[in-house]
T-cell receptor, first 114, second 111 residues
Framework: DAGVTQSPTHLIKTRGQQVTLRCSPK?????VSWYQQALGQGPQFIFQYYEEEERQRGNFPDRFSGHQFPNYSSELNVNALLLGDSALYLC?????????????FGPGTRLTVL | QKEVEQNSGPLSVPEGAIASLNCTYSDRVSQSFFWYRQYSGKSPELIMSIYSNGDKEDGRFTAQLNKASQYVSLLIRDSQPSDSATYLCAPANFGNEKLTFGTGTRLTIIP
């Protein structure tokens, strides 16, 4: 049973560029959440997708957008990259039908903005 | 006041001793509480969840919850060097909704 997968593992971009990160949820999960983790900090919630719609959103600017596909996989897009966007981006999947279950994290994508 | 506060750390504990990790939270509506372990350069891994006041034990780990005090803790008995990691506390309304993390407590087990 495959867990949560993310691609790419590492990414280097320059300021002003755009980036797309990808996530496939754990088998049986239908909900995908994205988190940003800066060095030395805990993960910060970006947004959550369920039934191809954004269900919850954290305190992130509109430069951060996402999408969920019919197979429950998801993308995170960040436009006009800033140096401060350098972080580990984590995808977590869960099941909306099981509220007592928790979120399982993928290995993350390390984004470096130069 | 921060939403989630944890032991400032780093915390050093001798091998075989009990490590005690603490967490307070500000959102009174939180119903679910999770402890994640994160090794350096890796993603968070769930080690414990707790929903009701009191203690919950799982192997060498015990989570304690006091909703009235808005306090949750994690005890690690018989600490092993492999327990050296950053421990993240995360309350939530429900487990499948937004998790709010503290900055984490870095734990080092000294052989």
């Amino acid at each position: 049973d495959a867990g949560v997968t993310q691609s790419p593992t590492h990414l280097i971009k320059t300021r002003g560029q755009q980036v797309t990160l990808r996530c496939s949820p754990k088998s049986g999960h239908d909900t995908v959440s994205w988190y940003q983790q800066a060095l030395g900090q805990g993960p910060q919630f970006i947004f959550q997708y369920y039934e191809e719609e954004e269900r919850q959103r954290g305190n992130f600017p509109d430069r951060f957008s996402g999408h969920q596909f019919p197979n429950y996989s998801s993308e995170l897009n960040v436009n006009a990259l800033l140096l401060g966007d350098s972080a580990l981006y984590l995808c977590a999947s869960s099941s909306t039908g099981n509220p007592t279950d928790t979120q399982y994290f993928g290995p993350g994508t390390r984004l470096t903005v130069l | 006041q921060k939403e989630v506060e944890q032991n400032s750390g780093p915390l050093s504990v001798p091998e075989g001793a009990i490590a005690s990790l603490n967490c307070t939270y500000s959102d009174r509506v939180s119903q679910s509480f999770f402890w994640y372990r994160q090794y350096s350069g890796k993603s968070p891994e769930l080690i414990m969840s707790i929903y009701s006041n009191g203690d919950k034990e799982d192997g060498r780990f015990t989570a304690q919850l006091n909703k009235a005090s808005q306090y949750v803790s994690l005890l690690i008995r018989d600490s092993q060097p492999s327990d050296s990691a950053t421990y993240l506390c995360a309350p939530a309304n429900f487990g499948n909704e937004k998790l709010t993390f503290g900055t984490g407590t870095r734990l080092t087990i000294i052989p």
